[in-house]
């Protein structure tokens, strides 16, 4: 089979491979293997190129999530998902909603299964007879596991109520207090039991644990933005100091994120759950390893 071929399908490939594993460099080493096999089979040997690179592709993904599951249960502190930049999620509105970072946390809680033909059904619109042929089940097992996926979403999926344009001022508003010790401007912006969750993943400073309430959250961002906590951060980073530390909004996971860098690279990511008006979680990226595709 050829390259160019192959190449047609990849977006697909790595888009779906990323939904299940939520990672962005296992995705590729996915589209990889898929290439290295689909590379040693026949010119025509699949009558639909596609279904059959979509089934090899899901399959590989599934075997490395099943792995991927044991040792997340080793990490250190809470695991988030790695991050991709979505610069042009006005053309693929509905396709960048599935890989917002709060439902990829939902997909976590899922089995592999689960998630596998949610992400089929729900992102790329397979129906559950063509999901079945990629998985190996039949139709009626799939529509099961569809369905018991769907409603297990459907409860723990945060209500993203507001358009892009809304969550992107209230997360300038969030820069803007947190950057300017604002303790109560900040606090006004929080859900009274709003979260924040934070992967360090052990190699830099976030919290091992889930802070919960609006004075905790808003003290600690607070901490974290003052000329001491920025320093205290970027050490644990090894970084040299002085650096040329630089704060703006961009779009990450389909979303507004708070993306701070240090001297050129992306050190943290902070994205916004927002609901009523008002910020209900507080994601905080910022194991090194997890910024390599922003």
Do not use: C
Request: net charge negative; no cysteine; hydrophobic share 45%.
């Amino acid at each position: 089979m050829t390259a160019l071929s192959f190449s047609e399908h990849r977006k697909i490939l790595l888009g779906v491979a990323y939904r299940i594993l939520g990672s962005v460099t296992d995705a590729e080493d996915v589209v990889q293997e898929t290439w290295l096999r689909w590379s040693q089979l026949p010119e025509g040997y699949a009558d639909d190129e596609r279904a059959y690179l979509v089934r090899i592709a899901t399959n590989l993904a599934l075997d490395r999530l099943r792995q991927a599951k044991s040792r997340r249960e080793s990490y250190v502190g809470p695991w988030l998902p790695e991050l991709v930049s979505t610069p042009d999620v006005a053309e693929e509105a509905e396709l960048a909603d599935t890989v917002e970072l709060a439902l990829l946390v939902v997909l976590e809680t899922l089995s592999p299964l689960e998630r596998a033909v949610f992400v089929l059904r729900e992102a790329f619109g397979y129906s559950h007879a063509e999901i079945g042929a990629i998985l190996g089940r039949d139709e009626p097992a799939i529509r099961q596991l569809a369905k018991r996926a769907r409603d297990h979403v459907r409860e723990r999926r945060p209500r993203f109520d507001v358009d892009r344009g809304e969550r992107r001022a209230i997360t300038e508003r969030f820069v803007s207090a947190a950057a300017g010790g604002d303790l109560d401007g900040l606090t006004a912006l929080l859900a009274k039991d709003v979260t924040l969750v934070g992967d360090g993943g052990g190699k830099a400073r976030a919290p091992r644990n889930v802070l919960a309430g609006a004075a905790n959250v808003a003290r600690f961002l607070l901490a974290i933005a003052s000329e001491r906590g920025v320093s205290r951060f970027l050490n644990d980073l090894s970084a040299d100091l002085p650096a040329d530390l630089t704060i703006e909004i961009g779009d990450v996971n389909g979303g507004p994120a708070v993306v701070v860098q240090a001297d050129g690279r992306v050190v943290a990511v902070l994205s916004l759950v927002v609901a009523d008006g008002l910020v209900e979680t507080v994601y905080v990226v910022a194991n090194p390893e997890k910024m390599s595709h922003l």
